[in-house]
DNA sequence: GTGAAAGCGCTAACAG
DNA sequence: CTGTTAGCGCTTTCAC
């Protein structure tokens, strides 16, 4: 292995001339050792060490993203984004998956831990782990938190995105397309409705049942896992050999589940938005392109994850500088799957 | 920050007993000491600083992927499985994104020849960088492939896919469920076709559509960009306002396009499979839910990322070993998007 | 402008 | 069983 000490060698200069100039150093070398170092590196086939730098620079000029999974396109399309944005900042992104499993939260947060990356970025918090974050919390702060709400326990930066409220624009976008019940499939908050508790999310959803001028009880949750197929066979389950559907209102909490869901019902004999409206969270492409495009509770990814690289490029600048925190506003995107021809006749 | 040091000094023991301890090495440490130096790390918060472990060892413990995107479930199913099975052996894996663009995949391998992995698998290969990998042959050579062909020109191991064969398979599938004009959409065989120009899998997909018994002139390319917008336009312009379709069997380089192409399909007023039958490749749970299942030609997945794993700690092992070749059977799963009912009807 | 020197925090012989 | 001794390859003050 070639490294700096052969190039100075074989020049017969020292190794911090070679470092100064091959990492482009400010000023002062003169122009003929730099085209000589230059030279010979090439000739050599020099290549730098990135951990002896990381070491003696104390940067990895790395940031990390935990994300519980990459098959979900929300996920990807973060992922992709913050990756273009932060090479162009010089910094490389290094994603984790935590498969929803907490074991595997920890390990990843543990890479913030032990200066495997310079910062971290969290779109994935689970109780279990609260004293690995606040480990980081004393150690080193350099954690900024993509989330719905701000973890109050422990003071990080936060880019917040109003998912609650989507729970109350949709629910009352539903009840105002005419449903008369409606139900939340998947995440926390079909969890909550169905065995009882309480939760902000679960609030705005129930709000938005009122306002629509629905009762309470005419609103449920259909629990099921992170996968296309879980939202199947719940759906399924739930909706097989029913003359009428027993929801004819549904908000998904993701894409995948979705698919899963429109599958069902159509399997079911039900068809969409006729019988059964839908309406889900992130206006991916897929939401467009959809045999039913999609309407959805649509966030500014692009305006989320320039948030996030600035407030981790901020964060990494002044470390002691007081947490921030960001919330974006998303938007209602009507199209067919609630009945945007419907709602067009009525004009 | 609490270093070995630290520990050791608060012991009063050297540094390289606590190392010795905290890693877990071997026999021979008291057991006295072994708890002391347990509570004291844990006392004082000690965190290793897995940089410096990097360079003193000489290895980082994680293994690199270099994917085109992973907004492609695809990509995403790899990379999700890689990460657990890599995990089990200890390693953690490290996904790039090269976006298909050059430069972003030519810095991917940097982060090889760097040292910031200790192998890298790539599924993406272009020969403008072909410098690269040789660079990397020279240097390193713990470059996995996971492709449809060996590339010829350096000798690498290789996990191979047949998805040539399976341009064979389904235009002879397509063509026996009755399509008379056949078209591939997107990826470099459509090109082909299309401009003109010739490669294995455009002679594979020839192959079947004369077994099929189609003249050679009754298929084409339908070029589209890696997205599932483009390929939505792309069907649209070539479909929109025809009173029969232009092709009635269409083979889709992968699933994202799928997307895009039913939508074409479906506001050109073509339905699947009666006006138009479709086949692609992968089989991930989306094409079993998708409102018409589809017909795809289907690589065992999890075996593929067993042969990587295996072949990569192999590698890491015995970097001396002469490269060695797996290569993988896809099988023809036929659904709905094909005509199922049809062939069953006809049995 | 350039070199000398002192680390970054940890690992891994080797000797006792 | 444990300490000593060298590094790993690079960065970064500080003199000259």
Redesign the interface.
């Known amino acids: 292995?070639i490294t700096l000490k052969d190039v100075a060698e074989t020049i017969g200069c020292d190794v911090s001339t070679v470092s100064r100039v091959l990492n482009g150093k400010p000023n002062r070398v003169s122009e003929a050792n730099r085209n000589r170092i230059h030279e010979v590196a090439r000739q050599l086939?020099y290549?730098?060490?990135?951990?002896?730098s990381?070491?003696a620079s104390g940067s990895?000029h790395t940031v990390g993203v935990l994300v519980s999974?990459?098959?979900d396109?929300v996920y990807?399309?973060y992922?992709?984004k913050l990756?273009?944005a932060f090479?162009e900042a010089g910094y490389?992104l290094?994603?984790f998956?935590c498969?929803n499993r907490p074991d595997?939260e920890a390990?990843a947060l543990d890479?913030l831990?032990?200066?495997?990356v310079d910062a971290m970025i969290s779109m994935h918090y689970s109780r279990e782990c609260e004293d690995v974050y606040v480990?980081i919390k004393?150690?080193s702060g350099k954690l900024i938190f993509r989330s719905v709400a701000r973890i109050p326990e422990i003071s990080f930066d936060h880019v917040l995105i109003d998912l609650e409220e989507g729970y109350r624009e949709l629910s009352l976008h539903l009840a105002r397309q005419g449903c008369r019940r409606i139900a939340v499939v998947g995440g926390s908050v079909a969890s909550l409705l169905t065995l009882g508790g309480k939760s902000d999310s679960v609030q705005f959803f129930k709000d938005g049942i009122r306002a629509g001028g629905l009762a309470e009880d005419s609103s449920g949750g259909i629990v099921c896992a992170d996968?296309?197929?879980s939202a199947?066979q719940a759906v399924k389950k739930l909706y097989g050999k029913q003359k009428s559907p027993p929801f004819d209102g549904l908000i998904v909490q993701s894409i995948n589940k979705v698919?899963?869901v429109?599958?069902a019902l159509?399997n079911c004999g039900f068809a969409i938005p006729s019988d059964v409206k839908v309406a889900t969270f992130s206006d991916l492409?897929?939401c467009r392109?959809?045999?039913v495009p999609l309407t959805v509770w649509a966030q500014p990814v692009q305006e989320i994850c320039s948030a996030l690289v600035e407030t981790t490029l901020r964060r990494l600048k002044s470390p002691e500088m007081p947490p921030t925190v960001f919330k974006f506003k998303s938007s209602l995107i009507v199209r067919e799957s609630s009945g945007k021809d419907i709602m067009e006749k009525k004009k």
């Open positions: 292995m086939g290549i730098a060490n990135r951990t002896a990381s070491l990895t999974n990459v098959f396109g990807a399309e992922i992709e990756d273009l090479s490389s290094r994603p998956i498969h595997k390990l890479a831990l032990h200066h495997e480990r004393q150690h996968e296309q197929e199947y698919v899963g429109c599958r159509q492409p897929l392109l959809f045999p």
